[in-house]
Nanobody
Framework: DVALVESGGGSVQAGGSLRLSCGAN????????MAWYRQAPGKDREGVAT???????TYADSVKGRFFISQDITQTTVDLQMNNLKPEDTAMYYC????????????????????WGQGTQVTVSS
């Protein structure tokens, strides 16, 4: 199993920026997918951005051009840079990872990931 710890959430006004970070400890898959999901109150958890071991990234349409996912050279930390934040970005943000069995796109269902972080809250005020 992989232990994931998110950090970097907080409160910001619309138009502001935040950077989330996810650190991974434990089994590192040779071929993996790391993803950021978010869940707003009363809504399903949705994929925001993914990055795989080849560096291929995908984004939800709602965040394209504003959010950017990246990983460090050791491939044990994945960041999500969030710019031009909107009130509708308010949610609990979760980091997830798994091996090659995952369809590494934002369309992947939550059931495809066995490893989740505890979440970090992002609140954007208008």
């Amino acid at each position: 199993d992989v232990a994931l710890v998110e950090s970097g959430g907080g409160s910001v006004q619309a138009g502001g920026s935040l950077r989330l970070s996810c650190g991974a400890n434990g089994v590192i898959y040779s071929s993996y997918c790391m993803a950021w999901y978010r869940q707003a109150p009363g809504k399903d958890r949705e994929g925001v951005a993914t990055i795989d071991s080849e560096g291929v990234v995908t984004y939800a349409d709602s965040v394209k051009g504003r959010f950017f996912i990246s990983q460090d050279i050791t491939q044990t930390t994945v960041d999500l840079q969030m710019n031009n934040l909107k009130p509708e970005d308010t949610a609990m943000y979760y980091c997830a990872t798994d091996g090659p069995r995952v369809d590494c796109t934002v369309k992947a269902t939550v059931d495809e990931f066995n490893n989740w972080g505890q979440g970090t809250q992002v609140t954007v005020s208008s």
